[in-house]
C-alpha cells in the first residue's frame, strides 16, 4: 500500500490521472511470474513482497485513480490503514477530501488555518491597490455579482455554477476544479444523464452539489430545467457546456440517427442550455463552451464532430460580442486529443490517426487552463503549444491543404 501511496502522489504531482489499471496476470517465462509464485527476485535472491488478497489489490488500483468518486471508500481505507491521514484534507498535496461534515485530524486543523489566513487578508486595509489586486494563484476568484444583481425578490439570489456533462471527462473535472478553486459558491450543479455518477461526484465535493439527471436533448427534461431555475431564485456566475460526443468513420457508414445524434447534442442541446441561463447570468458572470481543436478546419473521417465543434466556436464567437453590454464573458474551450473517455466512443466506427494521440493532454491541464483564460476574459482557451500552433497554422495554410496533408497520413 505503501508503494502505491507513493504511486499515486507521483501521478498527482505529474497532473497525471490514468484511464485504466490493469492487474498483474502472471505470464510464463518471465521473470515477474517467477517473482510472483516464490516471492523471490531471482536476480539479486531479495524477498518481495506479492499482493494476493483481492481487497488489498483493489485499494491499490483505486489509489492510482484516486480522483475517481467510485474509488473514494477505497482510498480512503488505503490512507488510514497506511497511516497516511494527512493526505485527507483541503491542502494541495491531499488526494482527497473528508466527506461534509467530517473531521480529521490534520484535514479540520488545515481547514481552519486557510480560514484564519483568509479572515487575517478581510482585514487588510482596503486601498485602491488591494481592491484591483488579482491574484495569481491556483485560485480563480471574479468579482461576480454587484449588490442589485444578487438580490431578488425574496431576499439575497442563490449563487450557483452549472456544468452540463458533468458525469465524466472534462465536465467532471470542471466539477472539481471549481469545487476546489472557486469561492462564494452556495451551490453546483451537476447535469448528465447518469444519477450514480452524479451521486458519487457530489459525496466528494466540499461545495454542496445540486443534482439534476436529465437528457439535455430531451424536451420536457429542458422545459423541467428552465421551470427549476425559475423558481430557485438563483444568480448563475458560471455556465459550463461539457456535454457532447463525437464518431470517427466515414460519413456514409455510420448511421445517420447517431449522426444526427452528434447534432442534438452537440449544436442543439448547447444552444438551448446558454439561451435558457442567459436570463439568470450574474454580472461579470462567465459562460464556457466546450469546442475542440477539431472546429478550426474541417476533418476528413471525422466531418460532423468537427463541423459541430466549428458552430460552437462560431456560436461562443459572436455571443460573446453580444453579451459584452451584459458583462458577461463567453469563452470557447477548444483542446486537441485529452485522455478521457471520449475514444471509447469514438472509435466505434473508426480510429483517430496516431499523430493526433502523440499530442494527448490530460483533463486536468485542459480545465485549468480554461478557468485561468475565462477569468481573464478571453474569448479562446487552447491548451498545449501543439494546438496553439495549430490554430496559427489554420488561419495561414489553405483548408484544402490540410485535408491533403490528413489523406496523406490516413
Request: charged content about 30%; overall charge positive; aromatic content about 8%.
Amino acid at each position: 500500500l505503501k508503494d502505491a501511496i507513493k504511486l499515486a502522489e507521483y501521478l498527482r504531482d505529474l497532473g497525471y490521472m490514468p484511464e485504466q489499471v490493469q492487474d498483474f496476470y502472471p505470464t510464463p517465462s518471465t521473470v515477474s511470474t517467477v517473482m510472483y509464485y516464490t516471492g523471490i527476485d531471482p536476480v539479486s535472491g531479495e524477498k518481495v513482497y506479492v499482493c494476493r488478497n483481492p481487497h488489498e489489490k483493489a485499494m491499490q488500483r483505486a489509489l492510482i485513480q484516486y480522483r475517481n468518486p467510485k474509488n473514494y471508500d477505497l482510498v480512503r481505507e488505503a490512507l488510514v490503514k497506511a497511516g497516511r491521514e494527512d493526505l485527507i484534507g483541503f491542502d494541495k498535496k491531499c488526494l482527497i477530501r473528508p466527506r461534509s461534515g467530517e473531521k480529521t485530524g490534520n484535514a479540520g486543523k488545515r481547514k481552519n488555518e486557510n480560514e484564519k489566513a483568509r479572515n487575517q487578508k478581510m482585514k487588510k486595509k482596503k486601498t485602491i491597490r488591494n481592491i484591483h489586486k488579482k491574484k495569481r494563484g491556483d485560485s480563480y476568484c471574479w468579482n461576480c455579482c454587484n449588490s442589485n444583481n444578487c438580490i431578488g425578490r425574496i431576499g439575497m439570489k442563490k449563487k450557483i455554477a452549472v456544468i452540463t456533462g458533468a458525469s465524466s471527462g472534462i465536465g467532471q473535472e470542471f466539477a472539481f476544479q471549481m469545487d476546489e478553486r472557486m469561492g462564494g459558491l452556495d451551490e453546483i450543479w451537476l447535469i448528465a444523464r447518469r444519477r450514480d455518477r452524479l451521486e458519487e461526484l457530489s459525496k466528494v465535493m466540499e461545495t454542496p452539489a445540486r443534482i439534476v439527471a436529465m437528457d439535455v436533448t430531451d424536451e420536457r427534461d429542458m422545459e423541467a430545467f428552465r421551470e427549476t431555475l425559475a423558481a430557485e431564485n438563483v444568480s448563475i456566475r458560471m455556465l459550463v457546456n461539457c456535454a457532447g460526443y463525437g464518431l470517427m468513420g466515414r460519413f456514409d457508414r455510420i448511421p445517420v440517427k447517431e449522426q444526427l445524434g452528434m447534432l442534438e447534442v452537440n449544436c442543439k442541446a448547447l444552444t438551448r442550455m446558454t439561451y435558457e441561463c442567459i436570463p439568470y447570468m450574474c454580472k461579470n458572470g462567465r459562460i464556457i463552451q466546450l469546442a475542440s481543436s477539431a472546429a478550426f478546419v474541417p476533418q476528413k473521417n471525422f466531418a460532423i464532430y468537427a463541423a459541430t465543434k466549428s458552430y460552437v466556436l462560431s456560436f461562443s464567437t459572436a455571443l460573446r460580442e453580444e453579451l459584452k453590454g451584459k458583462s458577461i464573458w463567453v469563452t470557447a474551450v477548444c483542446p486537441g486529443p485529452v485522455e478521457t473517455e471520449f475514444f471509447d466512443i469514438a472509435e466505434k466506427y473508426g480510429s483517430t490517426l496516431a499523430v493526433k494521440k502523440l499530442t494527448m493532454v490530460s483533463p486536468q491541464r485542459v480545465v485549468k487552463d480554461a478557468l485561468r483564460d475565462s477569468c481573464h476574459k478571453k474569448a479562446v482557451s487552447v491548451c498545449s503549444l501543439p494546438m496553439k500552433a495549430f490554430r496559427v497554422l489554420t488561419k495561414i495554410i489553405p483548408h484544402g491543404w490540410f485535408l491533403s496533408m490528413m489523406g496523406l497520413w490516413n
